[in-house]
């Protein structure tokens, strides 16, 4: 197969179609299938691995960096460290005090990422959520210190509103700092509204920020696995599933069931082809075995017409939850 890689906005970043999700690593997947994962993922021809620093302290036992870890693991045993984009974030606290985007907090944490990763630079470092505490300034000054110390290649921004990356992209402009080439948005078929109606999907758009959008398949729901209150139990991210399946969410999996059978796809990959459509550079999705690896490489290359993209917005729009 071809991947043909896409600049991730004016950064010199070329990436392939499908970022792969760290965050299972070292939580539902462990070491040895996160290897066998990240070892297809790269023979696939595809490039940009997706984590950060407080990945998974949410699971039991854990305090944060495990997955960076694996992938530090990964890279020590494999090699091949220019054949990937690794793209971390850094800003939620991993441990009592450790937080945000101040300098002296960048600094810090910085040198831990690159520790764990096993690697002396960074391809794409994201503020994992905004920080309003920090002048704006100061924390993309210290992105462009970490950037001419050849630590990091470009920045991006996760979870930011629209306010606050303009805010940003006109500091960067009017001081020569470094600009955020990429926004992570939580995005996909079903969580629409925030990210279309807050303006960011304008502001992008108009400034060639590229998009990196996460909940790719809304925690699974658009796999289409889970159909009835039966296929949830047991899993992981049941809880975050369970409120998708109502009206809105039945509906927008009977349009992808639809538009699925017409192209022989599945609808992970159609929900994945949506968001290309839709001006995604490389939707993050995870994989925590090669079965599901394989369903998600189905998806790159994969094109939507115009008339299945506009089954899918219908069934999808927010206004479509009240009908």
């Avoid at 939620?92 to 907090?105: F, I």
Wanted: glycine content about 10%.
């Amino acid at each position: 197969m071809s991947i043909v890689k896409r600049r991730l906005g004016n950064s010199s970043l070329e990436v392939g179609p499908w970022a792969l999700g760290g965050n299972v690593f070292g939580w539902t997947a462990d070491e040895g299938l996160s290897f066998q994962v990240l070892d297809a993922f790269v023979d696939a021809g595809l490039n940009l691995i997706d984590t950060a620093d407080v990945y998974s302290k949410w699971a039991p036992g854990h305090k944060g960096g495990e997955s960076e870890t694996i992938i530090g693991n990964w890279l020590g045993k494999r090699g091949g460290r220019e054949k990937v984009i690794i793209a971390t974030k850094l800003g939620v606290e991993v441990e009592p005090g450790e937080k945000g985007l101040s300098r002296a907090y960048m600094m810090r944490e910085v040198e831990r990422s690159l520790k764990r990763l096993k690697t002396d630079y960074i391809d794409l470092y994201q503020a994992h959520i905004d920080d309003a505490e920090t002048p704006m300034e100061e924390t993309l000054s210290a992105f462009s210190e970490l950037i001419k110390a050849g630590k990091v290649r470009a920045i991006g921004a996760s979870n930011f509103k629209a306010d606050r990356l303009a805010e940003a992209l006109k500091v960067s402009a009017a001081t020569g700092l470094a600009r955020y080439e990429s926004l992570q948005p939580w995005y996909n078929l079903y969580d629409r509204a925030e990210f279309e109606a807050d303006g960011l999907a304008d502001l992008c758009h108009r400034e060639k920020i590229g998009l990196i959008p996460y909940f790719a398949l809304a925690s699974g729901f658009l796999t289409g696995k889970y159909r009835t209150e039966k296929d949830l139990e047991g899993k992981a991210r049941a809880y975050r599933v369970k409120s998708m399946m109502n009206e809105r969410g039945f509906r927008i999996l009977n349009a992808l069931d639809t538009v699925s059978a017409e192209l022989h796809a599945t609808p992970a990959q159609v929900s994945m082809a949506w968001l290309i459509a839709h001006g995604a550079t490389a939707p993050i999705a995870s994989a925590t075995n090669l079965g599901q690896f394989k369903d998600l490489l189905g998806a790159v290359g994969l094109k939507l017409d115009r008339e299945a993209v506009r089954l899918l917005d219908e069934a999808s729009a927010p206004a479509a939850a009240a009908a």
